[in-house]
């Protein structure tokens, strides 16, 4: 069996790297209100202590990483920290996950260093209901920092949007309308119930399906075959539309059985499961000078340990104590 192989034959080419647990922001499904705990610098991976992560992921394969935090964009000196990560030869794509609140001012330094596909996180279009969902005000600089990225030159922008019934649901048409106008890839995301501050109910869930089906009134929707870079969405356009729809289903449609992926937290666990605490710690053995062989040894650990599938069954809540901001998203 193949180093990156788990115990369920799937290959794992994807590692997800979360560099700080800070946000400019505190959206309701992400961040509790109250007892927010932030790691203090020392708990945090060093750029150099994720960069030698990372070169130890690529030598089991894994080829393509994500940048997320919290908001990877607060984070000091990340662009030179990009270019260093786009600089690794076994690296084939380098991807950011921004709430876009900086974007405006960092769109173009990012592309120079080496980026070409951003994730942007904006579940309305309502300024007013961003600063509810978002406990901040925000929305026009998200807005210009998603049009500079689009300048820029970055291909795909993909717009996350995580649907929550009796919150953002009265706008999946107008998000929808946006994939037709703009070259944007529109995400929707089912609402998951992570962390213990989860403020998940099953009255807030909406499924793909019936997201889908609201979309469909606008027109067909035309699947798109998968591709490489695709991950766990089911991908959609409308006829003539200059950018696409896209479907995360971890509840309705368990994509476990094609997960390829690994977390890196910012507090060094690598995290086989977005959904369960089973955690493998690699900050100990990094900074007790561990060789490229031992860390390798490290991911293969958590490779191991993968599970068949989650268990974050709709009605209930997940196995995982962790916050998303805590794990990176």
Known sequence: MAPNVDPYDREITYLRVSVTDRCNLRCLYCKPVQDLKLLDRASILSYEEILKT???ATGLGMKKIRLTGGEPLLRRNFVHFVESVCRIPEVEDVSVTTNGLLLEKMARPLFEAGVRRINISLDTLNPLKYTKITRREGFDAVWKGLQVAEAVGFSPIKVNIVAIRGLNDDELLQFAGLSVRKPYHIRFI???PIGRDSNWT???YISSDEIRSELETLGPLHKIPHSIHDGPAERYRFESAKGEIGFISPLSHHFCPSCNRLRLTADGKVRP??????EVDIKTPLRNGCSQKDLREVFQQAIASK???HHAEILEKGEGLRSMSTIGG
């Open 202 to 204: 099953p009255e807030k």
């Open 273 to 278: 499961c977005l959904f369960a605490d089973d």
């Open 54 to 56: 990372i070169r130890a």
């Open 190 to 192: 089912e609402y998951m």
């Open 307 to 309: 599970p068949r599938r």
